[in-house]
Protein backbone atom coordinates (compact mmCIF):
# COMPACT_ATOMS: atom_id res chain seq x y z
CA UNK A 1 0.00 0.00 0.00
CA UNK A 2 2.63 2.33 0.87
CA UNK A 3 4.46 1.62 -2.60
CA UNK A 4 1.02 3.06 -4.46
CA UNK A 5 0.78 5.96 -2.48
CA UNK A 6 4.36 7.16 -3.12
CA UNK A 7 3.65 6.85 -6.70
CA UNK A 8 0.81 9.08 -6.56
CA UNK A 9 1.91 11.48 -4.97
CA UNK A 10 5.25 11.49 -7.44
CA UNK A 11 2.73 11.55 -10.54
CA UNK A 12 1.05 14.55 -8.77
CA UNK A 13 4.32 16.81 -8.38
CA UNK A 14 3.70 20.08 -10.31
CA UNK A 15 6.61 19.97 -12.70
CA UNK A 16 8.08 23.36 -13.74
CA UNK A 17 9.19 25.02 -17.47
CA UNK A 18 12.76 24.34 -17.40
CA UNK A 19 13.64 27.77 -18.85
CA UNK A 20 12.69 29.32 -15.17
CA UNK A 21 16.19 29.76 -13.99
CA UNK A 22 17.01 31.43 -17.29
CA UNK A 23 13.58 32.76 -18.77
CA UNK A 24 13.02 34.22 -21.91
CA UNK A 25 12.38 38.13 -22.43
CA UNK A 26 8.55 37.24 -23.46
CA UNK A 27 7.66 34.50 -20.31
CA UNK A 28 4.13 35.28 -18.82
CA UNK A 29 6.01 35.61 -15.71
CA UNK A 30 8.58 38.11 -16.33
CA UNK A 31 6.15 40.85 -16.02
CA UNK A 32 3.39 39.61 -14.43
CA UNK A 33 -0.17 41.22 -14.67
CA UNK A 34 -3.18 40.54 -14.26
CA UNK A 35 -3.49 39.02 -17.92
CA UNK A 36 -0.72 36.81 -17.85
CA UNK A 37 -1.26 35.62 -13.73
CA UNK A 38 -3.75 32.58 -15.22
CA UNK A 39 -1.70 31.78 -17.91
CA UNK A 40 1.09 31.42 -15.69
CA UNK A 41 -0.16 29.83 -13.59
CA UNK A 42 -0.38 27.25 -16.37
CA UNK A 43 2.12 26.99 -18.45
CA UNK A 44 4.83 27.27 -16.05
CA UNK A 45 3.98 24.77 -14.49
CA UNK A 46 2.78 21.20 -15.77
CA UNK A 47 1.75 22.63 -19.26
CA UNK A 48 4.60 24.20 -20.16
CA UNK A 49 5.14 21.73 -23.10
CA UNK A 50 2.42 23.32 -24.67
CA UNK A 51 3.61 27.03 -24.65
CA UNK A 52 4.34 29.30 -27.43
CA UNK A 53 7.03 31.03 -25.99
CA UNK A 54 8.40 27.75 -24.20
CA UNK A 55 8.47 25.95 -28.02
CA UNK A 56 10.01 29.04 -29.74
CA UNK A 57 12.62 28.60 -26.73
CA UNK A 58 13.92 25.11 -27.04
CA UNK A 59 13.95 25.47 -30.67
CA UNK A 60 16.31 28.59 -30.37
CA UNK A 61 18.44 26.40 -27.50
CA UNK A 62 18.26 23.57 -29.66
CA UNK A 63 19.70 25.88 -32.71
CA UNK A 64 22.46 27.28 -30.45
CA UNK A 65 23.53 23.87 -29.60
CA UNK A 66 23.72 22.33 -32.88
CA UNK A 67 26.21 25.58 -34.05
CA UNK A 68 28.70 24.90 -30.87
CA UNK A 69 29.19 21.33 -32.28
Do not use: W
Not at 22 to 33: A, H, R, T
Not at 38 to 61: D, G, P, R, V, W
Amino acid sequence: MKSDESTVSRSKKKKKCPFIGSPGKDCYFLDMNSNKISMALFYCQNHYAQCAIYKKMKTKKSVHKDLKR
